[in-house]
């Protein structure tokens, strides 16, 4: 059954503004603290969310399409991508805390440069594991290289926490972070659903996600055909065999993205809400009220 929801969270107008613009204040911010490196204002932010289900999320193939577009000659603006994964998180990172801390949670301006302008040991996590050593995100990052080398347009942080806004490090929830994305990619390879997806269309953000998913063959089903970015989501063909198809497609979807005009972004995100809206609980209920009658009727028959 599809499943809708309700957005009476998703905030509107000059709040939803201000929330944006302190959501990307905090992540480029962050970021700031953890690879001593500025961010420009049009850096692209990418996400990802949900359980640490490693490949049935599609966290492997995100990984290996963000190594393909650090690896792009093309590629002519930085993306800064976020993997919200709650792990086997110890805590906070001490040293990115007072850092942070230091300078008054800023991030490039007004801070001290002689502090800042240094990368952490790690610049790839925010939070410390009690496994990490054997943590299936960072061991990937290694093998492949992602590493946040000061040169790589690409960087990678792995947020391995439950964002409730107390985390000791963004202090902001996940629906406080969301609004402040600018694509949101969730390449499943099996999900019944997917609430992370509709969520983030919700919050104005265009999303990439699979026809492994139900919503992305949802999605196809609105349109009669494959989704693009241009629609607001954009649904990737996915199966056992097309791994290295998939991996580009991901990677092509991002760095044409990155090439949008302002007004084209503007347009992508109308179009991601206005797909939410047709995902509204009063749209969908009827599947419910069907699939119960069918149930009642075979009990009694």
Request: aromatic fraction near 10%.
């Amino acid at each position: 059954l599809v499943n809708g929801f309700e957005d009476d969270f998703v905030p509107k107008g000059a709040v939803f503004t201000a929330k944006r613009k302190e959501a990307r204040r905090v992540m480029l911010g962050v970021a700031y603290q953890l690879l001593g490196q500025k961010f420009a204002d049009d850096t692209i932010i990418v996400s990802t969310g949900g359980r640490y289900e490693f490949r049935n999320k599609g966290i492997d193939i995100l990984l290996e399409s963000l190594k393909r577009l650090a690896d792009e000659p093309s590629l002519d603006r930085d993306v800064l991508a976020f993997i919200n994964v709650p792990a086997w998180v110890k805590g906070p990172r001490k040293d990115l805390q007072d850092k942070w801390k230091a300078n008054g949670n800023q991030s490039e301006d007004n801070c001290q440069l002689s502090v800042v302008n240094s990368q952490l040991d790690t610049p790839v996590i925010t939070h410390e594991l009690y496994n990490m050593d054997d943590d299936k995100v960072l061991s990937m990052m290694r093998a492949i290289g992602l590493n946040n080398r000061p040169e790589s347009r690409v960087k990678v942080i792995f947020v391995p926490c439950y964002l409730n806004g107390d985390d000791g490090i963004f202090n902001l929830p996940y629906y406080d972070l969301l609004p402040g994305d600018d694509l949101a990619i969730y390449p499943s390879y099996y999900e019944p659903w997917g609430y992370t997806p509709l969520e983030s269309v919700a919050f104005h953000v265009p999303t990439i996600t699979t026809d492994l998913a139900g919503f992305g063959l949802w999605v196809n089903s609105l349109k009669g055909e494959y989704s693009q970015l241009e629609d607001g989501v954009k649904v990737i063909h996915r199966t056992d065999s097309n791994w290295n198809e998939a991996a580009d497609e991901i990677k092509n979807s991002i760095l044409s993205f990155t090439k949008m005009d302002t007004k084209l972004v503007t347009e992508l995100r109308r179009r991601a809400a206005a797909i939410s809206k047709k995902a509204l609980w009063d749209k969908f209920v009827k599947y419910y009220l069907e699939a119960y009658n069918i149930a009642l009727n075979k009990v009694n028959n």
